[in-house]
């Protein structure tokens, strides 16, 4: 099956047209041993039935099980009406709205999600979108730098290790350098930090809920830059926090930042997610990224439309504050449906959230487990498992995808689990958990 | 027509949640506590409706012809969408071992082979998130191989008729830009090229072909110009549409390059993103590739993150997957026939458009065109600007080409019919057009206030810049 529209009658008369008695010779310009040397071996073509089977057979080699696994994205539920809403194709079928007169519904969309994203974070502006959480860190990280020209980040060792390693293949790229706070008893290290406070640093990173669930003292951090002219920069990549916990910006955050694929988007495999970049005012001739803005139409009528377009680079060229075109659109628009959907009662899910991984967490201490950390947590907590290893592989030989293996990213925590638990993760699925984890001898 | 908060009322929303516990967040210090959320009070039926009406003021590729240049604003199979749903690909969490996500990775896997099979390129990474990810990814690669090879080189060429992306790629990755002359003719300045080249040179990014619509002539030369002086040569893949199945990217000399599935494989722009950037890279360069990378040993599929040339990671995790479903089903829908029939359609229906409206508009550069090809708003009578002939094509039920790019032909309208469109819905287009230049003669003030039949009129976009809001506050 293919997609194309036109008939072998039709493409006689457009050659007579085009002045040429061949397809072929449209494509003199190329040289003819490269359009010689064309063919290549591909499966397909297969009929749509038969592609449809090979789709759902691709997509059963993966084992999806109960799973505490969370770490930057998370398995929450969606709702019907985003999925239909989305699927509307003048949403799914559009371009960048660069026609703002036949494309007002994209545009007050992310109109609409700018508006939430700053109530949720306590900024002032929010962006269109970036890739995903790691990049919008170091987009904020490049944003900080051209604020005040120092050219120094200090991040905690407590945001996402994956957010690191990008901010470094960034930051390696731009000519910025990278040192990292420590952390102990499961939060910054106020004192590592403080050490880390140079003359030239631009900017101070931390995560909260941070990437072992630990919510971090973002006043005692603000503290310590205080009166230093260190732009804080807050990231956030389970965004139903929010709705539980105060604002970074009421924290004295400057640039708040991270993922919000939680509000409407799939866990996926890890993609399209649904990066945010949120900041104070001042930041707004410096954002990198689109903006929506409020105007009229030549009637007076409201109307809104793309603004502040010469940041960018398809007016400043090198000169933009980031290269990024294509941003999360659809991504965008499900997480603006899904939080009108919640509206104000996505506090109750952020409750609902932590109840359950309270729930499991004392379950888990019951039992005898340890928590690594005693801080105030959200929906993630770490636990230090015995053999963690053999426990780990026996629950999922039951069924179970107990939690993230921390080693991995922490030498030092070898043995410990980093346990998500979401609404999806119901009272008898962590009942049913314990009794396999009761029963099983590793 | 109001915004949504606009319609919040407070109890409206009445959906019910599972219980919990009262006091189930009394181990949270009231200090760290939101006392204040406010987002939206709504029931689900006014919301539906609300963003139902919201829908029908855009206009996507399922409303009408969308001969945007230089975006391959071909049709989406719904194919596509059905996989990208299916249960296994959206539930599967990217933490999970390999051993429980043998389907997603085998994907990747595959759908890296092809497009190395169709472009001759060595080996893709998949995690770009769109193209000018890529070409960050891209740049990256370039520089992490001279820094590997102890070489100094801090410029990379690029063309005056490029993307913005291109600087603004090469601006983040430290390099400087120096900028490629164009022949009338729409080739690069092969003279203006060698008097560049030096010591310097990184590099050279082209669009192949480029923004114009046209294949440069001298392509291989350019490319033996560069590696002779040892500089690396970039394919940005924007307009792949054209030579899908036709020629390799290699074979034109490319080291390194980038392919946007949202444009040549059919993935829907969503209304700007999630697209997906593959970058490409010849086998000298597959070291530098960002990590991880999905690998295949005996039948299991593995991540390797051992790559101690790598540029690093560029993405949370490995890229916008479900994007990679679409566009595998894609390639598998068609296989390799039907991909070679996508980019001799798409040319022949560039060429079928540009011919028939030659007469009627100025076409600055007399060649057969690949994909797309550029007009421009010289000779139209009564001050009627290209803007002006934009915004009368909302009014005939179209939507606007890509208008003042590229840069060096002045009031430049660039016209990508794509592939998917019938001969009838180009006839239409052609007659429109015509008309348009009709009443551009005959009723210039007609032309100059449209669009009157969309949803808002010409939108003042410098008023929204002069004093910006961003948000919606209450009144």
Sequence with gaps: ?442 | MSLIFDKSAPGRNRIVLPPAEPDCCSDIPDELMNTGLDIVDVSEPDMVRYYTGLSRMNFGVDTGMYPLGSCTMKYNPKINEKSAALEGFTGAHPLAEPDCSQGALRLCFELARDLSALTGMSAFSLAPAAGSHGELTGVMIIKKYFEKKGEKRDTILIPDSAHGTNPASVAMCGFSVKEVKSTPGGDVDIDHLASLLDGSVAGMMLTSPNTLGLFDRNILAISEMLHKNGSLFYGDGANLNAVIGTAKMRDMGFDVMHINLHKTFSTPHGGGGPGAGPVGVADFLVPFLPAPVVECNHGMYTLDYDRPDSVGRMHSFYGNFLVLVKAYTYIRMLGFEGLREVSRTAVLNANYLMNSLKQTYNLPIQRTCMHEFVLNDKDIPNGVTTNDIAKRLLDYGFHAPTVYFPLLIPGAMMIEPTETESRESLDEFVRVMKRIRDEAEGDPELVKQAPVTTPVKRVDAVAAARKPVLKWEKK
Aim: glycine share 8%; hydrophobic share 40%; aromatic share 10%.
């Design chain 1, 1 to 442: 099956m293919s997609y194309i529209s036109i008939t072998d009658d039709d493409i006689r008369e457009m050659l007579g047209v085009s002045g040429v008695s061949s397809i072929d010779e449209l494509f003199a310009d190329i040289p003819e041993n490269i359009r010689s040397n064309a063919r290549c071996d591909l499966p397909g073509p297969l009929s749509e039935i038969d592609l449809d089977r090979h789709m759902r057979s691709v997509q059963s080699g993966n084992w999806l099980i109960p799973s505490f696994l969370g770490g930057g994205v998370y398995h929450h539920y969606i709702p019907p009406v985003v999925d239909h809403l989305s699927s509307r194709s003048e949403f799914y079928t559009a371009y960048t709205p660069y026609q703002p007169e036949v494309s007002q519904g994209t545009l007050r969309a992310i109109f609409e999600f700018q508006t939430i994203m700053c109530r949720l974070t306590g900024m002032d502006i929010a962006n269109a979108s970036m890739y995903d959480g790691a990049t919008s860190m170091a987009e904020a990280i490049f944003m900080s730098v051209r604020d005040n020209g120092k050219r120094k980040a200090v991040i905690s060792k407590t945001v996402h290790p994956n957010y690191r390693e990008v901010a470094r293949t960034y930051a390696w790229a731009g000519g910025i350098e990278l040192v990292e706070a420590d952390y102990s008893g499961g939060v910054t290290d106020i004192a590592s930090l403080e050490g880390a406070l140079q003359a030239d640093v631009s900017c101070v990173v931390v995560q909260s809920p941070n990437f072992f669930g630990c919510i971090e003292d973002l006043k005692a951090v603000k503290d310590t830059i205080a009166s230093k002219k260190i732009n804080l920069i807050v990231v956030v990549n389970e965004p139903l926090s929010l709705a539980l916990l105060k604002s970074p910006g009421s924290f004295g955050a400057d640039i708040v930042c991270g993922e919000a694929q939680s509000f409407g988007n799939p866990v996926a495999f890890g993609g399209p997610l649904l990066g945010f970049l949120a900041a104070r005012e001042p930041f707004m001739r410096k954002m990198p990224g689109r903006l929506v803005g409020k105007s009229a139409d030549l009637d007076g009528k409201e109307a809104y439309v793309l603004t502040l377009q010469t940041r960018e680079q398809h007016i400043r060229r090198e000169r933009a504050t980031s290269n990024i075109c294509s941003n999360e659109g659809l991504c965008l628009l499900r997480a603006v449906l899904y939080l009108v959907y919640y509206g104000n009662k996505l506090r109750e899910l952020a409750q609902l959230n932590h109840a359950r991984a309270r729930l499991l967490r004392n379950r888990l201490l019951e039992k005898g487990f340890s928590c690594a950390f005693n801080r105030p947590f959200f929906n993630e907590f770490v636990v230090t498992v015995p053999q963690a290893e053999a426990a780990y592989e026996a629950m999922k030989n039951n069924g179970f995808n107990s939690g993230l293996k921390l080693g991995r990213f922490y030498p030092e925590m070898e043995g410990a689990l980093l346990f998500a638990v979401t609404e999806m993760n119901t009272v008898e699925e962590i009942d049913s958990f314990f009794n396999i984890l009761e029963s099983i001898s590793y």
